[in-house]
């Protein structure tokens, strides 16, 4: 059974950090791309960054303060938030894709107050 289990968000203030984790099982986690995606409210789900054997791909909002990283031996992804804005505030998804599998965990909520 494929599960993604998120953890790590919680209440902080602006220019605090936090650091996501993605605890992945059930499927072949090293071939997998790896990604953190969020949605705020009334907003739709949109990408963070992404990591796979070809590098990381981060979108503009976050370069310089979000880190993506994965620890293949214990099936993990990660993500390093610093400098954290009200605007990050939003539930953050864990998610794996390999070709048509698409794999989402639950979400973590993330709320940065100013």
């Known amino acids: 059974q494929v599960q993604l289990v998120e953890s790590g968000g919680g209440l902080v203030q602006a220019e605090a950090s936090l650091r996501l984790s993605c605890a992945a099982s059930g499927f072949t986690f090293s071939g997998y791309v790896m990604g953190w995606y969020r949605q705020a409210p009334g907003k739709g789900r949109e990408l963070v960054a992404s990591?796979?054997?070809?590098?990381?791909i981060y979108v503009d909002f976050v370069k310089n303060r979000f880190t993506i990283s994965r620890d293949n031996a214990k099936n993990t992804v990660y993500l390093q938030m610093n400098n954290l804005k009200p605007e990050d505030t939003a539930v953050y998804y864990c998610?794996?894709?390999?070709?048509?599998?698409?794999?989402w965990g639950q979400g973590t909520q993330v709320t940065v107050s100013s």
């Open positions: 998610n794996a894709k390999l070709e048509l599998r698409d794999y």
């Open positions: 990591i796979s054997s070809g590098g990381t």
